[in-house]
């Protein structure tokens, strides 16, 4: 449902920012399944993964090739000015790219998550949600905004005879506009849900309390700024660099400010992904504690012990190698 330059961009960040809600899931998933056979640890056995590729399949792509089918031009940021300059295997590439990045997105999340680096699992959903609204705000020649509020080919080869505030309504009263509500509410809703939903279900598991260090409530709305509004902030702040020192000067700037505010130890947004709550030990920390233990300890993966599965539910499990 988001214009074509920005939708891998988009899909990656969701697929990544799944796997980071489940994080937890995630590694119980991987303790439960550890010394256990091929089939069970296939990735097509992932609940979470197959989830994943579902709303891609189901939500986003359809009414992506809505959009695209309804108004070629808003969709292909008025490159396309109709039906006719749009190439079909552009259409099929871009129906079948959507879900691999989702994938991809998930998978490196996912990857980051298991062996304890989950800071990083979030900087794949930052860097995804950067990328999407560096796009929408700057795009490829600093109009990126201007085609995101120009509804139709004539509106964008209108946008400078009338202010930015008469562009915007009319942009509101659009049919496009509406076809983005529309579609808005289904899909963006359905992903914060699920995101929300993921994190709590992963706050109900063993030790979840423990990292957590605020209000579930608050917890959420952390996740959230970070995972959304400090991308949004950052890329309104590469546009406005860009226009006043110039690409040349102005990215190598913003790459600095991101490098401190993301990358130090104790960078403030580090300290905020703390409180949240995700896993930050490898999945096997607490299996090869039970293990050295030889003694019955109340965890996912020990002999004879329940330990909750992918969804939050106990399941009694055999004595099994780690």
């Known amino acids: 449902m988001i214009q074509i330059q920005a939708a891998l961009f988009w899909a990656y960040a969701a697929g990544a920012t799944f796997a980071l809600a489940a994080g937890r899931q995630l590694q119980v998933w991987e303790r439960i399944n550890a010394g256990e056979g091929p089939r069970t640890r296939s990735r097509a056995a992932n609940p979470y993964l197959a989830l994943t590729v579902l709303f891609a399949a189901v939500l986003m792509v359809p009414t992506g090739l809505f959009v695209l089918w309804q108004n070629p031009s808003w969709a292909t940021m008025h490159v396309a000015g109709g039906h006719d300059d749009v190439w079909a295997g552009f259409v099929l590439f871009y129906a079948g790219g959507i879900p691999v990045a989702a994938v991809l997105g998930f998978l490196a999340a996912q990857t980051l998550v298991l062996v304890g680096a989950g800071y990083w699992a979030y900087l794949q959903c930052v860097g995804g949600y950067f990328l999407l609204f560096g796009t929408l705000v700057h795009g490829w020649d600093g109009s990126g905004y201007e085609r995101f509020l120009s509804p139709g080919a004539r509106d964008w080869a209108d946008w400078p005879q ?14 496009t506009f509406l076809a983005l509500l529309v579609f808005g509410a289904a899909v963006i809703g359905t992903m914060l849900m699920t995101e929300i939903g993921w994190l709590m279900e992963g706050w109900s598991l063993p030790g979840a309390d423990e990292d957590r260090k605020v209000h579930r409530v608050l917890a959420i709305a952390i996740a959230g700024a970070g995972v959304y509004g400090l991308p949004f902030l950052g890329a309104v702040t590469a546009s406005a660099l860009v226009r006043l020192l110039g690409g040349w000067l102005g990215l190598p700037l913003f790459a ?24 930050h030990r490898h999945w096997r920390a607490d299996l090869d504690l039970t293990e050295g233990s030889g003694s019955a300890v109340s965890g996912p993966g020990s002999p004879g012990q329940g330990s909750p599965g992918p969804g939050g539910e106990t399941q009694v499990t055999e004595g099994r190698s780690g």
Do not use: C
């Open 162 to 175: 009338d202010s930015v505030v008469n562009n915007a309504l009319d942009f509101l009263t659009s049919g």
């Open 256 to 279: 600095v400010l991101a490098g401190v505010v993301l990358l130090p130890g104790r960078s403030p947004v580090r300290r905020l992904y703390g409180l949240v709550g995700v896993p």
